[in-house]
């Protein structure tokens, strides 16, 4: 399984971006992908996950601006992050397996695959 990471870019307090992770391997219905974060100097933190079933889980940093979906036909995730804070900059990676469970979701240990990263950076 491979993921590539997409759509950071530079941007201002308050505006918006759409994180994309495009990931090979015909069973990309049956993962669960997380979007994780890691500014400099600081551990990676969950960001969110979307489940195969559809379940999303997000962080309380971000609940209520971001939203994680999923394209089956596509074999891609989106990360829809708005209203966006300088807090917020980092780079964004996401990650995939098959056997989540619902107590490690936003735990990295939890994920055998991961994307290479893509960085957003918000200035105030």
């Known amino acids: 399984v491979q993921l590539q990471a997409s759509g950071g870019g530079l941007v201002q307090a308050g505006d918006s971006l759409r994180l994309s992770c495009a990931v090979s391997g015909r069973t990309f219905s049956s993962y669960a992908i997380g979007w994780f974060r890691q500014a400099p100097g600081k551990e990676r933190e969950f960001v969110a996950t979307?489940?195969?079933?559809?379940?999303?889980y997000y962080a309380d940093s971000v609940k209520g601006r971001f939203a994680i979906s999923r394209d089956n036909a596509k074999n891609t995730v989106y990360l829809q992050m708005n209203s966006l804070k300088p807090e917020d900059t980092a780079v964004y990676y996401c990650a995939a397996d098959d056997r989540v469970s619902l107590s490690r979701y936003n735990n990295p240990a939890a994920y055998d695959y991961w994307g290479q990263g893509t960085l957003v950076t918000v200035s105030s």
């Open positions: 979307i489940r195969s079933i559809g379940s999303t």
